[in-house]
């Protein structure tokens, strides 16, 4: 079964960011995004083992699977390769996932992110490529792919040994069109040229490029006043050809409404508003900033507690706003709640699941420097 480009919606709901209270999932507020994008005619939702630490799959079933009917809606999720340590891992993993997200079967299945090293060996390692096959076979899956976090070496490399591969979902937004790390721009360039849909993460790079200094966001709101600020994000990855949905990891009914609107009657970028597009990155990449998306891979294994992410955000914010009173009483509370910078011991469990591949170890150091 070749994947349905008709049925794919431009944006597609990413369930990694849910809105929660007190610690748990904000059910009642995930059901209203989930109805208003519904309604919008929008129906492909991004999920995975590890979201939310397990309960993002849970949430799936309890806001959509139950209260939608089940062709109305496409539901995604994803296979860890890091919770891969035998053989029966992977079918022990992928029929949890069908009992948490309540389904006979997932629309589209990732091999989660593969990149140069352990990962990727780890799904050839355990023949998952030919397993997702059998999936699809026995009707459990009706699309295999793959998200990618690697080189654009590696991507050719595992493309042409994998010709199954129906799509990949790829880091994409104009602020890492020449990151050295994520390179996004070529990988962008492989997967058209082959004519393999693209499935976009991070368009506004963790709300990055959704919040900027108010004389960057005046360049925005001089050109379209009526817009946010990340609709200019999600519009340069929409005009991309290739590129058939967009994810946003939306935490509130606001940004629901706003990224609803972006692509209703969609627009796209016009030659003024890339050069606006470029002009904007030019200055953001002038400033120094840690390049983290807040995907909080890192936070359910650090040993001391520390909410990295939200760590590297206040120093974000610190270097664009450095007499900003609110970040640092932003990071007393955190404190308050997790452990400190200082604390961080050097385990180097962040450093091996951060797909930015960040070097944590020494940003803590220097965040500890700043803040504690």
């Known amino acids: ?3 349905d480009l008709s049925k794919m919606p431009k944006l597609g709901f990413g369930l990694m960011r849910l809105p929660e209270t007190d610690g748990r999932i904000d059910l009642k507020r995930v059901e209203t995004m989930v109805d208003s994008y519904m309604k919008a005619g929008m129906n492909y939702f991004d999920t995975a ?6 309960r993002s799959e849970v949430a799936a079933r309890e806001a959509l699977v139950k209260r939608y009917p089940r062709e109305s809606f496409m539901l995604v999720t994803k296979l860890p390769a890091w919770e891969i340590r035998q053989p029966s891992d992977i079918d022990r993993i992928f029929n949890e996932q069908l009992e948490r997200a309540g389904v006979d079967y997932f629309d589209l299945y990732l091999l989660h992110s593969i990149e140069d090293g352990s990962n990727y060996e780890t799904y050839e390692k355990y023949d998952c490529f030919n397993w997702g096959l059998e999936m699809k076979e026995e009707g459990k899956i009706r699309h ?5 976090h690697g080189s654009p070496e590696l991507l050719i490399e595992v493309l042409d040994k994998h010709p199954e591969v129906e799509f990949v979902q790829i880091q994409l937004n104009y602020l890492d069109r020449t990151n050295p790390v994520v390179r996004s721009q070529r990988l962008y360039e492989i997967l058209h040229e082959r004519n393999i849909p693209i499935i976009v ?8 490029l959704a919040n900027m200094a108010p004389e960057i966001e005046a360049k925005f709101k001089a050109a ?17 050809p290739g590129v058939v949905t967009i994810l946003s990891g939306m935490s509130t009914e ?19 508003e890339y050069r606006i597009i470029n002009e904007v990155t030019e200055e953001i990449l002038s400033i120094p900033q840690i390049g983290c998306t807040a995907c909080k891979y890192c936070v359910p294994g650090c040993p001391m507690k520390i909410s990295i992410p ?13 007499d900003d009173w609110r970040a640092k009483n932003f990071y007393q509370g955190l404190t308050g709640r997790s452990g400190k910078a200082a604390e961080c011991i050097a385990c180097g469990q962040c450093e091996g699941v951060c797909p930015q591949h960040l070097p944590i170890i020494q940003l803590m150091q220097e965040a500890s420097e700043i803040l504690d």
């Open 1 to 3: 079964m070749s994947l």
């Open 49 to 54: 083992y590890v979201y939310h630490n397990g």
């Open 144 to 148: 295999l792919g793959f998200s990618y």
């Open 201 to 208: 993460m991070e368009p506004v790079r963790g709300g990055m």
């Open 224 to 240: 379209r006043p009526d817009d946010s600020v990340a609709s200019w994000a999600l519009r340069y990855v929409g005009s991309l």
């Open 254 to 272: 606001e940004q629901m409404d706003d990224n609803v609107k972006t692509f209703t009657n969609f627009e796209p970028l016009s030659d003024e």
């Open 310 to 322: 939200d760590v590297f955000r206040t120093i974000n914010t610190l270097r664009r706003y450095p």
